[in-house]
């Protein structure tokens, strides 16, 4: 059974940092792509980051410059480095398992989030 657990999300002051895990286990063999996405209240869910496996990153403009997405292979992990964070940045952050492929990606496998608040 595949499963991906977020751990670090928490409270944090504006202009503060944070790094978020995802841990993967079961066979997921066919995902060529691991994401980060958030979704506020009142908001659609947002792409933050992505990694494919041949290590290319791609990231949500509002994220830019202040987000970075990594991978430990060995450890089957995922991270979000975020970096002065904005109360806008206040979301629920998901980790996804998906295939990338022609300019498209197709969610396979879903976390359960970690809740990231921004407030002072």
């Known amino acids: 059974q595949v499963r991906l657990v977020e751990s670090g999300g928490g409270l944090v002051q504006p202009g503060g940092s944070l790094r978020l895990s995802c841990a993967a286990s079961?066979?997921?063999?066919?995902?060529?792509?691991m994401s980060w996405y958030r979704q506020a209240p009142g908001k659609q869910r947002e792409l933050v980051a992505r990694?494919?496996?041949?290590?290319?990153?791609n990231y949500g403009d509002s994220v830019k410059g202040r987000f970075t997405i990594s991978r430990d292979n060995a450890k089957n992990t995922v991270y979000l480095q975020m970096n002065s964070l904005e109360p806008e940045d206040t979301a629920v952050y998901v980790c996804?398992?998906?295939?990338?492929?022609?300019?498209?990606?197709?969610?396979?496998?879903w976390g359960q989030g970690t809740q990231v608040t921004v407030s002072s």
């Open positions: 990694i494919t496996n041949d290590g290319s990153t």
């Open positions: 079961g066979n997921i063999f066919s995902a060529n792509a």
């Open positions: 996804n398992a998906g295939m990338s492929r022609n300019g498209y990606y197709i969610s396979q496998y």
